[in-house]
Every structure is written in structure tokens, then in C-alpha cells.
């Protein structure tokens, strides 16, 4: 019987992300860093622009995407860790991470201040810009292998004695185009959102009422297919991803890993870890990459046992 290699510490990473063909992991701390999955050994690392905060690799997983907290993006070479553009936009302001269309040629992200763009991956031209005014976008992410554009709307505060705005999400098609968006949720306090690996479905983490929901809803009508009260998660404890087969999410608690099968959102699992803030899957396998304030992770884990 082979033994199962030990984990692989990964310090303080605020992300992870392993490569679309599953070889390499990126971690994002205080320098955005390479690793080869199979041999456990880090390729390359840098600090290419400061306060890094979102990352994403291309479709074909020979570039990767980082932006900072203050919305400076740049683009850098995977194989060899080299910068290959820095989009000098340091006035755009924090807001989603970025997101590639699926050519690998743009590349799109949202703003806290409503602000979607989409950029020339090349050279950093902006190509395309829409205005949303009063919101944030929150997140931004590639659904059906990247066909289509996942928007996290989050509606900013409003004068008193008037009513909030339920928060949403919006689907574009590529090219995004003026007015192309199609909101496909609406609902109050979303604090996160993960589509399923097929984009069918949309699991959501909000809040109404002093309590906490996990949801899970179609994706081209809305409709509740879904949701249980769950914990207050706290601190950067709102992190959801779908396992790649489908059958579960993950999800960040404070101080631990839930996961929920589906369907039916039981709870199968909970890992106890310190300070999680980041979670993601290598398809067809049982490793998954922590990302934590403190002493991220590359693991085993076994998800589908029953919780203690």
C-alpha cells in the first residue's frame, strides 16, 4: 500500500488555487508563489505588486492574474515567474478578484465602486466598462469553463428610513456587452456565492434576521432548490466552494472546514483548523489546498465521512 504523502505547509496564504490541469498550486500571501503539486516542491515565488489580495489562472494555465487591495492588477508569467504586465491602475480601487474570458485574451474584474471592467490581457487596455451605481461588485468568477461571467452585486447603505435593496448576482455572456447582464438572484445579505462545477447551480451564503442561511438556488431561474440555518461564521468565515464532482461544499467556518453534501445540505464533515480563509479541490482526488491568516495547508481530506 502506497503511504499518503504528508501535508504540505503553506504558511500565511490569503489564496489558493490549484491549475486548470491540476500540476501546480498558487498560493497568495506576502508573495504570490508556485508549486508543483506532485513533487511538493515550490517553482517559483515574487512580490509583484503590493498588497496582493485575488488571483486567477488563465484557461490554459500559462498566466496568472493577481490584483491588490487597491485594485492594481498584473499579469504573471507561470512558468516562469516572471512579470509580464502591470496594468498601472492604481486609482480602480479594491473590489473582485479577476476573472479571464475564455479566449485568455481579456480579463475582467468589479470595483467597490460599481464599476465592471474588461481589460486588454496584453496590454491593460480598457475595453469594456459598465457603472452600477450605489453597489459593490464583490466577486467576480468564470461559470460553464468559463463561457459566462458570475457578478456578486452588493448594494451599498442607504439614507435612513428608506428601505435596503436586496443584494444579487448577474450572468454575462462573452463579449460582455452594455446591458448584457442578467441578474439571476436576488436576495438580502448575500456575504458569498460559489456556481456548481457544472454552473447549473448556485450555492449562497446570507443572512436575514440575525441568522445565517446556506442556500443553494438554480442558476437560470432563481429558484430555491435548498437552504438550512447554518453558524455565524465571522471574520473571513464566508468562503464557499463546491467540491469538482458536485456532490458537497465546502465551506470556511470560524476557526474550522464544513462541508454540506448535496443534495440536501446535511452537514458530512468538519475539520477543526486555525484561522481558514481559502479553500479549493484537485479534481478526482481526495487533496485539497487551505488557505489560512496563519498556516495554510496542501492535504488529504476525507469528506465524505460521517460528522462526529
Same mark, same amino acid.
Given at each position: 500500500?502506497?503511504?499518503?504523502?504528508?501535508? #504540505?505547509?503553506?504558511?500565511?496564504?490569503?489564496?489558493?488555487?490549484?491549475?486548470?490541469?491540476?500540476?501546480?498550486?498558487?498560493?497568495?500571501?506576502?508573495? #504570490?508563489?508556485?508549486?508543483?503539486?506532485?513533487?511538493?516542491?515550490?517553482?517559483?515565488?515574487?512580490? $509583484?505588486?503590493?498588497?496582493?489580495?485575488?488571483?486567477?489562472?488563465?484557461?490554459?494555465?500559462?498566466?496568472?492574474?493577481?490584483?491588490?487591495?487597491?485594485?492594481?492588477?498584473?499579469?504573471?508569467?507561470?512558468?516562469?515567474?516572471?512579470?509580464? #504586465?502591470?496594468?498601472?491602475?492604481?486609482?480602480?480601487?479594491?473590489?473582485?478578484?479577476?476573472?479571464?474570458?475564455? &479566449?485568455? %485574451?481579456?480579463?475582467? /474584474?468589479?470595483?467597490?465602486?460599481?464599476?465592471?471592467? =474588461?481589460?486588454?490581457? %496584453?496590454? !491593460?487596455? =480598457? #475595453?469594456?466598462?459598465?457603472?452600477?451605481?450605489?453597489?459593490?461588485?464583490?466577486?467576480?468568477?468564470?461559470?460553464?469553463?468559463?463561457?459566462?461571467?458570475?457578478?456578486?452585486?452588493?448594494?451599498?447603505?442607504?439614507?435612513? !428610513?428608506?428601505?435596503?435593496?436586496?443584494?444579487? &448576482?448577474?450572468?454575462?455572456?462573452?463579449?460582455? %456587452?452594455?446591458?448584457?447582464?442578467?441578474?439571476?438572484?436576488?436576495?438580502?445579505?448575500?456575504?458569498?456565492?460559489?456556481?456548481?462545477?457544472?454552473?447549473?447551480?448556485?450555492?449562497?451564503?446570507?443572512?436575514?434576521?440575525?441568522?445565517?442561511?446556506?442556500?443553494?438556488?438554480?442558476?437560470?431561474?432563481?429558484? %430555491?432548490?435548498?437552504?438550512?440555518?447554518?453558524?455565524?461564521?465571522?471574520?473571513?468565515?464566508?468562503?464557499?466552494?463546491?467540491?469538482?464532482?458536485?456532490?458537497?461544499?465546502?465551506?470556511?467556518?470560524?476557526?474550522?472546514?464544513?462541508?454540506?453534501?448535496?443534495?440536501?445540505?446535511?452537514?458530512?464533515?468538519?475539520? /477543526? $483548523?486555525?484561522?481558514? &480563509?481559502?479553500?479549493?479541490?484537485?479534481?478526482?482526488?481526495?487533496?485539497?489546498?487551505?488557505?489560512?491568516?496563519?498556516?495554510?495547508?496542501?492535504?488529504?481530506?476525507? =469528506?465524505?465521512?460521517?460528522?462526529?
Amino acid at each position: 500500500m502506497t503511504a499518503r504523502p504528508k501535508p #504540505l505547509k503553506l504558511g500565511c496564504s490569503y489564496g489558493v488555487r490549484f491549475s486548470p490541469d491540476g500540476t501546480r498550486l498558487a498560493v497568495l500571501g506576502r508573495e #504570490l508563489a508556485l508549486w508543483d503539486v506532485a513533487a511538493r516542491s515550490k517553482l517559483w515565488r515574487g512580490k $509583484f505588486i503590493a498588497h496582493m489580495s485575488g488571483m486567477a489562472f488563465s484557461p490554459d494555465g500559462s498566466r496568472i492574474a493577481i490584483k491588490s487591495t487597491t485594485g492594481q492588477m498584473a499579469v504573471v508569467d507561470a512558468q516562469s515567474g516572471q512579470l509580464l #504586465l502591470n496594468f498601472q491602475n492604481k486609482k480602480d480601487r479594491e473590489g473582485s478578484g479577476p476573472a479571464w474570458s475564455p &479566449c485568455g %485574451q481579456h480579463l475582467a /474584474d468589479g470595483g467597490w465602486d460599481g464599476r465592471l471592467r =474588461v481589460r486588454d490581457a %496584453q496590454t !491593460g487596455e =480598457v #475595453l469594456f466598462m459598465q457603472e452600477h451605481a450605489g453597489e459593490m461588485l464583490r466577486d467576480a468568477c468564470a461559470i460553464d469553463g468559463g463561457r459566462r461571467l458570475l457578478i456578486q452585486h452588493g448594494v451599498k447603505s442607504v439614507d435612513e !428610513g428608506q428601505v435596503q435593496p436586496p443584494d444579487y &448576482c448577474s450572468v454575462w455572456d462573452w463579449p460582455l %456587452q452594455a446591458g448584457g447582464g442578467r441578474v439571476v438572484l436576488s436576495l438580502p445579505g448575500i456575504m458569498s456565492c460559489a456556481p456548481s462545477p457544472d454552473g447549473a447551480r448556485l450555492a449562497v451564503l446570507h443572512h436575514a434576521g440575525g441568522d445565517e442561511y446556506l442556500s443553494v438556488h438554480a442558476i437560470d431561474d432563481g429558484r %430555491q432548490l435548498a437552504t438550512v440555518p447554518v453558524e455565524a461564521g465571522g471574520g473571513a468565515g464566508n468562503a464557499l466552494r463546491w467540491l469538482p464532482d458536485g456532490s458537497a461544499l465546502g465551506r470556511i467556518g470560524k476557526g474550522k472546514l464544513l462541508f454540506y453534501g448535496w443534495p440536501g445540505l446535511d452537514v458530512l464533515a468538519q475539520e /477543526d $483548523f486555525t484561522y481558514p &480563509c481559502a479553500l479549493d479541490f484537485l479534481p478526482g482526488t481526495p487533496l485539497a489546498a487551505i488557505g489560512s491568516w496563519e498556516a495554510g495547508m496542501l492535504t488529504d481530506l476525507n =469528506v465524505h465521512k460521517e460528522s462526529a
